[in-house]
Structure formats: C-alpha cells, structure tokens
C-alpha cells in the first residue's frame, strides 16, 4: 500500500463493500417484516425467528465452507477435478481477518455471505405456520451456502467454466440466485403440502388473510432499498482493465470484468422496478401485495442482463416478467395445490429462471468474460464453445444462457429442494403435527405477540395498581 | 492473550495482527463446534416443545379480560 493509486484503489474498493453489506442488510429487515405480517397472529413470533435465525446460520456456514465452494469450484470440472485449499477463503485462512495485507477479503467475503441468507431468506416465507424450525435450518444451510453457490462459482464469475466456456450471463443473479431458491422451495413444497384449510374440499384454493398487510407492504419496500446493496455488490467498482502496457482504463466491471456504468445499471434498476410495479398493479387489479411484489418480479426478471440493457427493455422485460409470474402462481396453486404463501417460487423462481434465458437473446453476441490483470481474471483453453468474438472472447448466446439457467433452476433448486424435502418428511422432521399447526406454532408465547389485545398488558397493570394501593 | 505485535515501525511488511495467529485451525473447530451444537441444540428443543405442547396445547397460556 505504498503506491498511491493502488492504494485509493483499494481503499475504495475495500469501503465500497463495506457499504454493500450494510444495504442488504435491510433484505432481511424486509424479509422479517415481510414475512411476519403475512403469518397469523399464533405464528408471527415463529415466523419472525425462523428468518432471523438463517442470518447467523447461512453466515457460520459460508464461513466454514460457502465462501471456499465459490472459488475452489469456478473451473471444476471442466478446467480439471481437483479442488484447491489455498483459496484464502478457507475458515483457517489469515486474509479473512485482520491483516494488513489483505483489505479486501473480509468485506467480500460478508458480500457473498449476504447473498447466501438473501437466498435462505427466500424459502422462508413460502414454508411458514407448518414448518418445523429444524427443517427449515438444514434447508436454508443447503440453499444458502451450497446450492446457489455452485451455480454462482460456474457462472457467475469471470474465472467461473460456464461463463468462459458457455458465455453464460447472468449478472445480478435472476438465474444463479433466484431461480435456484425458487425452485428449491418449490422442491420442499411438493412434499411440506398446503396449510389446513388452505383449499376447499372441491380444490378451490383460499386466501389466507395476513395478520398485518401493512407490514407486509413496508417489508417489500426494504427489501427494494436492500436490492440496491445486492446490485452493487456485484461490481467491481474500480479496476484498470486495459492490457498489460496499454493506456490504463479505469472503470467499474461487472462481475466478468466487463465494463459498465454504475449510472446505466441505476437507470435499469429504476425501470425494471418501475415496470413491475405498474404492471402488478394492473394484472392484480390494485391489490398491495401484488403491486409491491411486482417490483421484485420486475427487477429479478430483468436483472440477468441489467448491467447492459437498454433502460426501456429492461422495462419490457420487467412487464413480461411480472404476467408471467403473476399467471404462473394462481395456475400452479390451483393446479397442484401448492401453497406458497408469500409468492417466492413466482417472483423469485418464475421470474429468475425467465431472467436467465430471457438474457441469453438480449444479450447475444456481447463478449461474456474481459480478462484483466485489474478484474483478476484469465481466460482458459478453448473458452467460447458457442461462439467467440474476434479478439477470442467468448460471447453470450440463448444456448448458453438456456443451458446454465435451467441447469441451476432444477439441477440445484427443484431437484435437491424436492430430494430435501422428501427426506425430512420421511424422518417426520418436515412438518409439525396438526394439533400444533392449528394451536399456532407460537404455542405458549402467544399472548406475548401483543399483550396489549391478549390480556398480558391487562394482567400486569392489575398487579402494578394493587401494589399502587398498597 | 498476545498478538505478537509489538512494533508498528514497519507497516509494509506487517501481515495478520490479531492474537494467536497460526492457530487458526483451532478457531475453526471452535466455529465448527458451536455451529453443531446449535444444530443439535434447536432439534432437542423443538422436539420437547412440540411433545409439550401435543400434551397440553397452550396449557401455560393464562389470559387476563383486557381492562
């Protein structure tokens, strides 16, 4: 750190993740207050931990082996079968603590450690007022720091075999990330069923009334304010890319090394949720949730290629996205009588997947991966099997982008998810009994929720007035 | 505790600064520890408070008419 420009790059680049961490952050202040005012009175206190608690949980496990899996496996197998322990991101490594030597480590490190409990927090809601807290743990530990992680190390970095070999594009993660807690959630529904009496004996399926729906509007509302933190933590936000020798080109990358412009992306971020929204709005015919959530829909649908777009197609695909969504999650409910009870497997399965491929003919033809001493990125042997541009750089295609979302949607969310699921049910560690689902998961704490309507206030204040008196 | 640090003459050539570096093994079973004892702790409480309560739903559950 003696040379002034790599050290205010650094020093950048180190508080600038900084900062990222502490946005998304309020993901999961969103997810809580979310989740929390769609469970019933008899659950809130449940549903309130059982997300709280895939923090510390998703955390401990990316520091153990989450963080190791995405670098040790961005070439395995293509690039060769063998797996290194020298990442530095081992839990015995000395750069993800204090050392003078290594500023960035840490903060990526807490990065990706919140993408992993974004991910857990996205099973979540969907498993609420039936599931066992147990399971849900060992779900959110496998969703969180394992199977979105896999997807991200192969196509979500610039080093990663199906970025430089498919030319997969997939730049804040509708793909990687969403689809594969999607559809992982989707997975574990099949076999955790509906909630009692969510559907009518002739199949019709009913609204179950959340006990606070303003919670759930001003929790949607954190998790928009969280998704700007999630955005920017998939930059590189300074790097001199230019070739060794080469006029030094400083700029933000993606996160192929690729150069963007942070003020594109905003424009991008804006319109998609903007199209979602209105679009929402429309198709549900005013309904609040829907409306809020269609921001989500609209950003995940179009945040494969966000980085690139035009902000007007990010806009349309934001809208495609959200009536895709919108249709899917009343079909599938009805159809297989799955009761997802905030949406997620629409908004961020549906809609992730969609992204995925949707980016794959948008984007078509832009070279995929930049390599650059700045970005630490190098291409391998023989990248761009479905094409390269003249310099050699591997280029996004449909194919790849078809390939690599639909691999990570049902090879790492739907079918662990549903294996998973069957699992814990065979082991009666799913699902809680119905006497218990009918009482309320809170059991005897449920007149701690609000003691003001439950009598516990009540009781109080007639001991505090006899003693008063006294 | 000791970190082993006891000069900052030198930043350039200075690494890793909290104390007992190079037993980071040691902290990592420690995390591995804790993380599995949470584990099975949350799966003997879940499973005593689910018997509790299949016996006597909401029996510690005593309301007092809102005043």
Known sequence: MTEQLGALTTIFTEFYFFLTVVLMFFIHVGFCMYEVGVARTKNVQHTLLKNTMAIPLVGLCFFLFGMWIYIAFQGWPVNGLSLSFATGFEPWSSKIAPNLSDRISGVFWAAFALFGMTAASIVSGSLIERTKTSAFFLIAIYVGAVAWVVPAAWGWAGNGWMAQYLGFHDQYCSAVLHSVAGFATLGVLMHLGPRIGKFAPDGTPREIPPHNPWLVTIGLFMIFIGFWGFYAACHIPIANVAAEGATPYFTATNIYGVPITLSGVTMNFLLALFGGMVTAYVVSKGNPFWTYSGGLTGLISASAGNDLYHPIIALVIAIAGTVMAFKMHYWVEKKFKIDDAVGAVAVHGYCGLFGGVVAGFALWGYPAVMPSAGAAITLGEGVGWFGANAEGLPIVTPFGNIIGSLVFALGFGLAPGWVLGKLLKSLGMLRVPPAVEIHGLDGKRIPETYPGLSGLEAQFETIQRAEAKS | ?67
């Open chain 2, 1 to 67: 505790m000791s970190t082993g640090v006891t000069s900052l003459a030198n930043l350039a050539e200075m690494g890793a600064v909290y104390p007992f570096a190079g037993f980071e093994w040691l902290f990592t079973l420690i995390a591995a520890a804790f993380l599995v004892y949470f584990l099975v702790s949350q799966i003997k409480m879940e499973q005593g408070d689910i018997a509790h309560e299949l016996e006597a739903p909401g029996a510690e559950v005593a309301l007092a008419p809102a005043e």
